[in-house]
């Protein structure tokens, strides 16, 4: 998508638009055809902003948001940025600082009760000065071993504001603390990825969709549903990956390539795209690839030449695909049948459909999130460089083509920076203490709660040894983890050995149901920032304009964390003598002079006005190109420089469940005959919800009717599970195993297999009450998912790795629980 800057003015021309950006810019009427033009007759003034859901425009009339608009550039938009209104007046607000009743009562450091959600409202001087004392506390009495601020997650969109660069800057510049390695969306996959292709790939620019348009011809999409997933991106999403998925539909339709979604459901994507579908028993990709792989070597189908050029280790590898190593098993496709429900003959027939023609692999990311997650992606590539075309235009292997815009045309535009993250260099924190006691500094992401549970553990993490530390506080910023980490009764237990949880936040999320202080952050829409437009193909820079002031008691990360380093004497170093606008201002003026000979970029007042700046999105890329045309002068990271099918790196790690090349290990619970099957005989899936931005905007209460069923979380089942059971659309249903239970609402589709249930994940954690084992009151998928590692070497989430039944629940259905905010107490 390439954007002029005419063009771009041609749609502000309105003559509500004329009060935001100056009459004196204003080019051409816009075409009264545009529907995403704003009527001119309409009261109030029109601002531009983004979002993670795109760009858009805002009618502000009387000081409030009155309607949104997508940006006219984005011809795709998502329909979740009619949810942003809901966002801004959501009734779960953060309204004024609070802090937790028995926090105070018991000489502030008793958990036993926290998470009942009592909570005494408090000035900000008072909120920041217990902030700060407990900073101080934690220091003086135990040091930087027992503080966690390295947290994870999402976050607002904009390059100043990101509230975590702000949180850990402040706290940084108190003292050292717990520090996070890896996330939870790729953390198997991040970390497997470096040994085998030399880099983590997941977050990697990749192929552009116009190469693959016209030379793929067999694509295969591997648990990834782009159709959902490509709504969100990290930054404001351009939605410029829609125009080039019509294409491709097109061409499916005209049999010019070959789709096959590879997939337990029938996902979005393959409804969109109507391709073919090929079903796989959850959790045994794996032992389905072996079996390819098998035919591949078996019927002399593999590319000999690749594999001796481009790789390392197929020698070391083929023992165990053949049955002649240690575990005497061939992986043919009749070994593979009964594990991964796919006949032996359609596996045959698949793997000689991949030598057709032309083919490209593309993976999400939930088939990594299981426990042995590193396998399937490194099997992944075990089966592309048998087909031995890595480093062609429409081939090879993908690992992220499905977010943020990965795939389009892009720019050679610098993007703007942002806050700085880190304490500024030759200055020191008030609490320079670098000595953890032994504990690890850095810890993998997921094992946050381990660490609280079992202080001292020693862990093995991707060649290393981590000590697990013994954390006393922990301190978030417009991050939830009630969200994102597994198995709630387990968290419920932890937070209650913890001293101090402080939260900053715009929305009272469960997270905020289990701090002890928590400060009532604004929206992005409340305050102004720059963003870039397109995470990957930086198609401009975007103004992101305050609509509104902050409501209520909020404020800005800016203005909390200036107010908190005030306390400790460090607040002219935190803002560098700037305000909020002049930051903005840097960062823009900073990127125009990166881009000064590339790209003209107006000078800042002219951007702000205007709204964005755009840059010509013309480059294209082949993902590997340069590493097959030269593997020497081209090299991988990897420790060869080569693809690594047999790593003799992780060999040495000597660990139990990632050796030193792909195998199918037995998950500790699986549907369809596994483990734990007998017992609980459904297996859950909680992918990336289609109606929200993992757990952002579920508080949003006008659009989050339009997909609950009965003010609950839709759990979706197979019609004849239903029916055994007793359940019709639109019952409330209880989904349980040995962790926990929940309450959702029925939906029947045939897009679901027998044996599997679908609730997205990002559903608000509502408990019934504070009880260990209490019923969640609206669908929250963690609440039944386990909380184990992927291996030794990611200490990866295992989220999908569940299994679970389901019942009618008959019982009065109690009220729910999650967007209530806080109970005030005096």
């Known amino acids: 998508?390439?954007?002029?800057?005419r063009k771009f003015l041609q749609g502000l021309a309105t003559t509500s638009a004329a009060s935001v950006i100056g009459p004196g810019l204003l080019l051409q009427v816009a075409h009264a055809s545009d529907t995403n033009t704003p009527a001119a007759d309409a009261p109030g003034i029109w601002k531009v902003s983004g979002s993670h859901w795109g760009a858009f425009r805002a009618r502000i009339y009387n000081g409030q948001v009155a309607e949104i608009k997508p940006l006219e550039f984005d011809k795709n938009p998502t329909d979740m940025l009619n949810g942003i209104k809901g966002l801004i007046y959501s009734p779960s607000r953060v309204r004024y600082p609070m802090v937790r009743l028995d926090w105070l009562k018991k000489n502030k450091y008793s958990g036993e009760t926290r998470g009942n959600n009592r909570f005494v409202r408090v000035t900000w001087d008072e909120a920041l000065d217990l902030f700060y004392q407990e900073l101080q506390r934690v220091q003086k009495d135990y040091g930087p071993w027992a503080l966690h601020a390295g947290q994870t997650g999402w976050r607002e969109t904009g390059q100043f504001q990101s509230c975590t660069s702000h949180m850990q800057r402040a706290v940084g510049m108190h003292g050292n603390f717990i520090k996070k390695v890896g996330d939870y969306s790729t953390g198997a996959g991040q970390t497997i990825l470096p040994y085998v292709l030399g880099s983590t790939e997941v977050y990697a620019q990749a192929t552009t969709w116009s190469t693959i348009l016209k030379d793929c011809k067999t694509l295969i999409w591997w648990s990834n549903d782009p159709i959902k997933n490509s709504q969100v991106g990290w930054q404001c999403e351009t939605h410029g990956s829609y125009a080039y998925y019509e294409q491709l539909k097109q061409k499916v339709a005209d049999g010019k390539i070959r789709m096959i979604s590879v997939d337990p459901v029938v996902s979005k994507s393959q409804q969109y795209f109507n391709c073919e579908h090929q079903y796989v028993n959850p959790q045994t990709d794996v032992p389905f690839m072996l079996a390819i792989a098998h035919t591949l070597y078996k019927e002399d189908l593999y590319d000999k030449q690749f594999l001796e050029m481009y790789t390392l280790g197929f020698n070391e590898f083929l023992p165990y695909l053949l049955g002649t190593g240690k575990d005497k098993i061939a992986k043919t496709p009749e070994w593979a049948e009964p594990i991964c429900g796919v006949k032996a003959d359609a596996i045959r027939e698949f793997a000689r459909n991949l030598v057709k023609d032309r083919t490209m692999l593309m993976f999400g990311w939930a088939v990594q999130r299981q426990q042995h997650g590193e396998q399937p992606y490194w099997m992944g590539a075990v089966l592309a460089s048998m087909l031995g075309q890595i480093g062609l235009p429409g081939g090879g292997v993908s690992y992220s083509h499905f977010y943020s815009g990965v795939g389009l045309p892009f720019s050679t535009a610098a993007g703007p920076g942002g806050f700085p993250?880190?304490?500024?260099?030759?200055?020191?924190?008030?609490w320079n203490n670098t000595d953890f006691k032994g504990y690890s500094s850095t810890i993998p992401v997921a094992r946050w709660i381990d660490a609280i549970m079992e202080p001292g553990k020693k862990i093995q993490y991707n060649g290393s040894d981590v000590v697990l530390p013994d954390i006393k506080m922990m301190v978030f910023s417009g991050c939830n983890p009630w969200n994102h980490h597994q198995q709630r009764n387990r968290m419920k237990e932890a937070f209650r050995k913890l001293q101090t949880v402080v939260n900053i936040d715009y929305t009272w999320t469960p997270t905020c149901r289990f701090s002890d202080i928590v400060l009532p952050a604004c929206t992005q829409f409340e305050r102004s920032d720059l963003d870039q437009y397109g995470t990957y193909s930086t198609s401009g820079i975007l103004a992101?304009?305050?609509?509104?002031?902050?409501l209520y008691q909020s404020k800005t990360d800016f203005q909390i964390f200036t107010e908190l380093t005030e306390r400790f004497g460090k607040s002219k170093q935190y803002t560098r003598g700037m305000t909020e606008m002049q930051w903005i201002e840097q960062l823009y003026n900073d990127c125009r002079k990166a881009n000064k000979d590339k790209h003209e970029m107006p000078e800042f007042s002219q951007f702000w006005q205007q709204g964005l700046v755009a840059f010509p999105t013309d480059q294209t890329?082949?993902?590997?190109?340069?590493?097959r045309e030269d593997p020497e002068i081209n090299s991988l990271g990897t420790p060869s420089g080569f693809i690594e099918i047999y790593s003799r790196k992780i060999a040495r790690y000597n660990y139990e469940h990632c050796q030193g090349h792909p195998m199918w290990f037995e998950k500790e619970e699986r549907s369809h005959g596994g483990p734990k099957s007998n017992k609980f005989p459904f297996w859950l899936q909680s992918c990336h919800p289609n109606k929200r931005l993992h757990s952002q905007m579920c508080d949003s209460e006008d659009f989050r009717n339009t997909y609950a069923v009965k003010g609950h979380e839709p759990v979706y089942i197979n019609p004849d599970d239903a029916k055994k059971k007793g359940i019709k659309d639109g019952d409330i249903v209880r989904v349980f195993n040995d962790r926990g239970q929940l309450l959702a609402g029925a939906v029947l589709s045939s897009h679901y297999p027998t044996g599997v249930i679908r609730i997205e994940e990002g559903a608000w954690f509502g408990p019934l009450n504070n009880d260990i084992g209490a019923i969640d009151t609206y669908g929250d998928p963690n609440t039944l998912t386990i909380d184990i590692p992927t291996s030794e070497l990611a200490q990866a989430t295992s989220a999908n790795?569940?299994?679970?039944?389901?019942?009618?629940?008959?019982?009065?259905?109690?009220?729910?629980?999650?967007?209530?905010?806080?109970i005030y107490v005096s």
Request: charged share 20%; proline share 10%; hydrophobic share 35%.
């Open 1 to 5: 998508m390439s954007l002029s800057r």
């Open 421 to 430: 993250r880190n304490v500024d260099e030759g200055q020191q924190p008030i």
């Open 544 to 550: 992101m304009h305050k609509l509104v002031d902050p």
């Open 621 to 627: 890329y082949v993902s590997h190109a340069a590493f």
């Open 801 to 822: 790795t569940v299994v679970v039944d389901f019942e009618k629940y008959t019982g009065e259905v109690p009220p729910v629980t999650s967007f209530s905010g806080p």
